[in-house]
């Protein structure tokens, strides 16, 4: 018997043809996100998504966690986006995956081993953790083996390797000094195979599931910058597309957490955001359906999306002093913009106390713990 189609298992789970059109649609809006150039060139319109998932067989998954939290898997299985996570998800077919399967123990293993046998070449290891490498790897092991072990052979057969979350594009927490385990990123280890990484911590659950996305439409993995990130989503800094920007060209800086200017919106640089040195997508997608991002929470971006940010100075203190470049225009753009944005972030955190037509601000709240 013929494998189902993207399509056929599409429709089986009960979406209509309309469905499947408009999720054709989402798909290609979505891997056409960035608009860098060159890269908007490798989009595809809606017919395009739609013929290439009514001829493609499903894509068998293996997510492997080595040293992780499981922070990635809880992200994208709470994700707050079904209709296009759940979409992805469902086009693909997660034949391992250790927090989420039923099967356990020999079960499982043996479910690992089919895959990788009946569908040599052609499945997606997507891996999720960092490679514990000291000791022959004894600090992470599997049913009796060591993580190099069980990421070697699986890599082996795969037609390609996602490093979802910085643990395993970078080595993450796992690797910061004194880096016991002698922790790595999956690149630093695996050199054969088209790898791409999603670093974040976790990583953003829809950029995972649209890189997946890419690979199911396309075969293969999109573009990448110098980190092996994808530019659709890594194209641009946090700063780039962060609310608070206006404050920062005009050189107003938050003091202090919970206070006056970060409630208004003032720029965190001096509380230590590194916001203008990581490539993500948190600004321009944001988290929880588009609803906010840590920036935008009133928390400095900690630069989860770079290599070795644990061991990168302090969370809290500026790197470096701000470019000091206000100009007239930015700082009325700044005051002008100031009054919504400061409502925006205190309405959408519920923050906002404002009694109905008074402009000031309330007292800030004591800083929670
Ligand atoms: Fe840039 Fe951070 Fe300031 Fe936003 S809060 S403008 S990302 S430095
Ligand atoms: Fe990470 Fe910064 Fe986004 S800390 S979650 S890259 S805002």
Redesign the pocket.
Known sequence: MSEKTVYESLRESGLSRRDFMKFCGLLSGWMGLEFLPGVKALAATPEQVAEALMAKPRVPLIWLELQDCAGCTEAISRSQSPSLVNLVLNSISVDYQETLMAAAGFQAEASMRATMEKFKGRYVLVVEGSLSTAADGVYCAIAGRSGPDILREAAASAAAVIATGNCAAFGGLPKAAPNPTGALGVGDFIKDKPIVNIP??PA?PEVTTGTIAHFLVMGTLPKTDRLKRPLTFYGHT?HDHCLRRPFYDAGKFAESFGGHGAREGECLYKLGC??PT?Y?A??SLK?EKGLS???QSGHP?????EPNFWDGGGFYQAQSAPIDRPTAAAFGLAAGVGAALGAAMAGANGLAKRKAGKTEPAEPKKAAE
């Open positions: 974040g911590c953003i946090i590194k916001g990581t993500n948190c600004s988290w991002f840590p920036v971006c900690l630069g989860c999306s």
